[in-house]
């Protein structure tokens, strides 16, 4: 086994095994780390000894509840250049989790956040336990839902993408299933021998993969986002954030008032981006995805933007009470939306 401080990497029978080594931090990203995973995921792609790979985190809370942007918005505007940094290595990693070409299993068996999900739904496998809580929450932080959140989430069923793009809801169990995020479920107590049962089987495809999963799943039961799932698509079937709080306003059910208290605290910045990116993302590939997100991002760090007020609110100073600028989403011009998404020159992302 070869040891570093904040992933763990293991050749175990046909697997290669990720194991995210922060569990103190929730088992969040560091650039290091990212670095790390694309060089592994390199070289077992060309190991014919690696017939598959798993990547789990350490500890009984997360998976990995994101990318460490506490540390990067420490930096100011004017000295960004280890936010691109990290952002640019995370994502040229997602790329690689998706081209992968042998079996990619995540485990998602706690907190899956941010950076977790660009480290695990670009994979073929995704398997959730109960204890599994997955969020894109980055429009209460001034920022965007990345590591490929432009491609998978316009891909999710109905509205249920830009739904939780724009609102960070939190899914677990059935939901997780029935939003296309998870592939399947099993129980907790049951992962530990389903690792082992996977080192040890017969993997040539994806088929023998499956078929290990089968033999230790079980059925979560009804996903009780299927209850909303005609006021989503309805509400965030509107074309901009102005016409789905006005849709929002005009339902008389405890769901749509809970959702729009949600929308008011977030980012209205971040908001109008979103949608611009998610509609953007339906006719892109992924790499394409992630180069314009690498834009987005890049930007976004580049001056004194709600990311650095998000971050300040709800992870340093913790107080909930960010200050936006501009305050409303009346307020957010189109052009300051069309600025995020503006070429960089020579500073594009390279995948």
């Given at each position: 086994?070869?040891?570093?401080?904040?992933?763990?990497?293991?050749?175990?029978?046909?697997?290669?095994?990720?194991?995210?080594?922060?569990?103190?931090?929730?088992?969040?990203?560091?650039?290091?780390?990212?670095?790390?995973?694309?060089?592994?995921?390199?070289?077992?792609?060309?190991?014919?000894?690696?017939?598959?790979?798993?990547?789990?985190?350490?500890?009984?809370?997360?998976?990995?509840?994101?990318?460490?942007?506490?540390?990067?918005?420490?930096?100011?505007?004017?000295?960004?250049?280890?936010?691109?940094?990290?952002?640019?290595?995370?994502?040229?990693?997602?790329?690689?989790?998706?081209?992968?070409?042998?079996?990619?299993?995540?485990?998602?068996?706690?907190?899956?956040?941010?950076?977790?999900?660009?480290?695990?739904?670009?994979?073929?496998?995704?398997?959730?336990?109960?204890?599994?809580?997955?969020?894109?929450?980055?429009?209460?932080?001034?920022?965007?839902?990345?590591?490929?959140?432009?491609?998978?989430?316009?891909?999710?069923?109905?509205?249920?993408?830009l739904y939780l793009g724009l609102t960070g809801a939190r899914l677990r169990g059935a939901d997780i299933l029935y939003a296309g995020?998870?592939?399947?479920?099993?129980?907790?107590?049951?992962?530990?021998?389903?690792?082992?049962?996977?080192?040890?089987?017969?993997?040539?495809?994806?088929?023998?993969?499956?078929?290990?999963?089968?033999?230790?799943?079980?059925?979560?039961?009804?996903?009780?986002?299927?209850?909303?799932?005609?006021?989503?698509?309805?509400?965030?079937?509107?074309?901009?954030?102005?016409?789905?709080?006005?849709?929002?306003?005009?339902?008389?059910?405890?769901?749509?008032?809970?959702?729009?208290?949600?929308?008011?605290?977030?980012?209205?910045?971040?908001?109008?981006?979103?949608?611009?990116?998610?509609?953007?993302?339906?006719?892109?590939?992924?790499?394409?995805?992630?180069?314009?997100?690498?834009?987005?991002?890049?930007?976004?760090?580049?001056?004194?933007?709600?990311?650095?007020?998000?971050?300040?609110?709800?992870?340093?100073?913790?107080?909930?009470?960010?200050?936006?600028?501009?305050?409303?989403?009346?307020?957010?011009?189109?052009?300051?939306?069309?600025?995020?998404?503006?070429?960089?020159?020579?500073?594009?992302?390279?995948?």
């Amino acid at each position: 086994m070869t040891t570093e401080a904040e992933v763990l990497f293991e050749h175990r029978g046909c697997l290669g095994i990720i194991t995210l080594n922060r569990p103190r931090a929730l088992n969040s990203l560091s650039t290091a780390m990212c670095l790390l995973m694309d060089e592994a995921l390199i070289k077992w792609a060309e190991d014919d000894a690696v017939k598959a790979v798993i990547i789990q985190g350490a500890g009984e809370k997360a998976f990995c509840a994101g990318g460490d942007v506490k540390t990067l918005a420490e930096n100011s505007p004017h000295d960004h250049h280890k936010a691109t940094e990290f952002f640019a290595t995370e994502y040229v990693m997602n790329s690689r989790i998706y081209h992968f070409p042998k079996p990619y299993i995540a485990l998602l068996d706690g907190i899956t956040m941010g950076g977790g999900v660009g480290v695990s739904v670009h994979g073929s496998h995704r398997i959730i336990t109960e204890r599994c809580l997955f969020a894109m929450p980055e429009s209460a932080i001034g920022l965007i839902p990345d590591v490929g959140g432009s491609y998978f989430m316009p891909r999710l069923p109905g509205k249920l993408g830009l739904y939780l793009g724009l609102t960070g809801a939190r899914l677990r169990g059935a939901d997780i299933l029935y939003a296309g995020i998870g592939t399947s479920y099993m129980t907790s107590d049951r992962v530990e021998a389903f690792v082992s049962a996977l080192a040890e089987a017969d993997i040539e495809d994806a088929s023998d993969v499956d078929r290990v999963i089968a033999e230790f799943t079980v059925d979560p039961g009804a996903a009780p986002l299927d209850e909303f799932r005609d006021l989503i698509d309805a509400a965030f079937g509107e074309e901009t954030i102005e016409d789905i709080l006005d849709h929002l306003e005009a339902i008389d059910h405890d769901w749509a008032g809970k959702t729009l208290v949600k929308l008011k605290k977030m980012s209205p910045v971040s908001m109008k981006v979103i949608i611009e990116q998610i509609t953007r993302g339906v006719a892109l590939d992924f790499n394409e995805a992630m180069k314009m997100e690498y834009r987005i991002v890049s930007h976004i760090v580049s001056y004194q933007s709600d990311f650095y007020e998000g971050v300040r609110a709800v992870l340093i100073d913790k107080d909930q009470n960010p200050a936006w600028n501009p305050a409303t989403v009346e307020d957010v011009t189109g052009d300051m939306v069309a600025a995020h998404f503006e070429n960089l020159g020579i500073q594009e992302l390279e995948i």
